[in-house]
């Protein structure tokens, strides 16, 4: 056997190893939370919720801080498809939906509280894992809890970082989700 066909058979053996290691190394999750279950969890990179589970339906989960789901919350529709994010009242008394736009396998999610100093709400967003992430793009919807003192029928100032600062205006009628307010278009 001449030495060309020594490297093609060599070549050719380690080639099925390589296939193998890729496709086991991409198909194991970790994750530890049950398929379909409503999920709550910290933008922080090193979140312990998997980031390739996927979350329920945000029409599917109950209303509470700290939930996030997949998809827009019922009646919303962004105002183009740039991916800025929205935020408006949930139907819940105390509550905010915070709307934001990535990939499903890595989403970008709000705390489960905002916080309230000088009369603007601030909702800390970040993404849950820092990848392999999905190159899809999909609205997800967190639950934010907001601090007792602030008026919900009255326009309120929130500020998400990174200069998006939106102001929310108040629901049309107790047990109604309020009037979503996106950030511009970037560019």
Same mark, same amino acid.
């Given at each position: 056997?001449?030495?060309?066909?020594?490297?093609?058979? &060599?070549?050719?053996?380690? /080639?099925?190893? %390589? =296939? *193998?290691?890729?496709?086991?190394? $991409?198909?194991?999750?970790?994750?530890? #939370?049950?398929?379909?279950?409503?999920?709550?969890?910290?933008?922080?990179?090193?979140?312990?919720?998997?980031?390739?589970?996927?979350?329920?339906?945000?029409?599917?989960?109950?209303?509470?801080?700290?939930?996030?789901?997949?998809?827009?919350?019922?009646?919303?529709?962004?105002?183009?498809?740039?991916?800025?994010?929205?935020?408006?009242? &949930?139907?819940?008394?105390? /509550?905010?939906? %915070? =709307? *934001?736009?990535?990939?499903?396998? $890595?989403?970008?999610?709000?705390?489960? #509280?905002?916080?309230?100093?000088?009369?603007?709400?601030?909702?800390?967003?970040?993404?849950?894992?820092?990848?392999?992430?999905?190159?899809?793009?999909?609205?997800?919807?967190?639950?934010?809890?907001?601090?007792?003192?602030?008026?919900?029928?009255?326009?309120?100032?929130?500020?998400?970082?990174?200069?998006?600062?939106?102001?929310?205006?108040?629901?049309?009628?107790?047990?109604?989700?309020?009037?979503?307010?996106?950030?511009?278009?970037?560019?």
């Amino acid at each position: 056997m001449g030495l060309e066909a020594v490297r093609r058979a &060599a070549a050719a053996s380690i /080639l099925p190893v %390589v =296939v *193998t290691a890729t496709v086991c190394s $991409c198909a194991s999750s970790g994750g530890s #939370e049950p398929e379909g279950e409503p999920t709550s969890r910290s933008p922080s990179p090193t979140a312990s919720a998997s980031a390739s589970a996927s979350p329920q339906a945000i029409q599917d989960a109950v209303l509470e801080a700290g939930v996030t789901g997949s998809g827009l919350p019922e009646g919303v529709t962004p105002p183009d498809d740039s991916g800025s994010p929205g935020v408006g009242w &949930a139907p819940d008394d105390g /509550l905010l939906y %915070v =709307v *934001t736009f990535g990939s499903s396998t $890595c989403p970008i999610v709000a705390e489960p #509280e905002a916080t309230l100093a000088g009369g603007t709400l601030t909702v800390k967003v970040g993404a849950t894992s820092t990848g392999p992430c999905t190159m899809d793009f999909v609205p997800t919807t967190s639950v934010v809890g907001v601090p007792a003192d602030v008026d919900e029928n009255a326009p309120v100032t929130v500020d998400l970082g990174d200069q998006v600062v939106l102001d929310v205006q108040p629901r049309s009628a107790a047990g109604s989700a309020g009037p979503m307010a996106w950030a511009p278009t970037p560019g």
